[in-house]
C-alpha cells in the first residue's frame, strides 16, 4: 500500500516535470540573461506544481479520491491513513503557506532560494512558514511533538 503511494507521487513528479520542461522550451524567450537558469526552471516547476494542484483540488471536490477506499479492511493501514491526513492538512493550507511548505520542507531549498522562486522577501517566507507549521500541526493533532516522541506514542 505504502509502495502504491509512492509510485503514485513518482508519476506526478515525472508528470509536473514533463509539463515544465514543454512550458520552457515553448517560452524560451522570456529567460532573462542576468537570471540563473536553475531559478527560471524552478518557477516554471512552481507555477505548475500550482496549477495541477488547484486542478486536483477540484477534481476532489466532486469526487472521493480513489486512494481511499485502499485497505479499508486492513488493521495496518495506519502509515497510508496518515499519508492521506497530511495531504488532506496541506490541501487545506492557504496557496501561499502551502507552497512555501512545500519548497522548503518538501524540496528542501533554502529560505533564500524559496524567496527568489516566490519574488518576496526572506522574512515572508519565514511568517508563511511559521504559519504553514502551526496550522500543520493543529491540523494533525501534533502540537508540541517531534516525530521521535510520536513514534513512541503509537
Request: overall charge negative; aromatic content about 4%; charged content about 25%.
Amino acid at each position: 500500500m505504502g509502495e502504491q503511494v509512492s509510485l503514485d507521487l513518482l508519476h506526478d513528479a515525472d508528470d509536473l516535470v514533463h509539463v515544465a520542461i514543454e512550458r520552457a522550451l515553448s517560452r524560451s524567450e522570456q529567460l532573462r540573461p542576468d537570471s540563473p537558469v536553475s531559478s527560471w526552471l524552478f518557477g516554471i516547476l512552481r507555477n505548475a506544481w500550482i496549477d495541477e494542484a488547484r486542478a486536483r483540488n477540484r477534481r476532489n471536490r466532486v469526487f472521493v479520491p480513489e486512494g481511499l477506499g485502499e485497505g479499508v479492511a486492513d488493521p495496518t493501514g495506519h502509515q497510508h491513513a496518515d499519508v492521506i491526513s497530511v495531504q488532506g492538512a496541506l490541501a487545506r493550507l492557504p496557496d501561499e503557506q502551502r507552497e512555501v511548505v512545500g519548497l522548503i520542507l518538501v524540496e528542501g531549498l533554502s529560505y533564500k532560494e524559496a524567496a527568489e522562486i516566490m519574488n518576496v522577501p526572506v522574512g515572508t517566507v519565514t511568517s508563511r512558514l511559521a504559519r504553514g507549521r502551526d496550522a500543520l500541526q493543529a491540523m494533525l493533532g501534533t502540537e508540541g511533538t517531534t516525530p521521535a516522541q510520536e513514534k513512541k506514542g503509537s
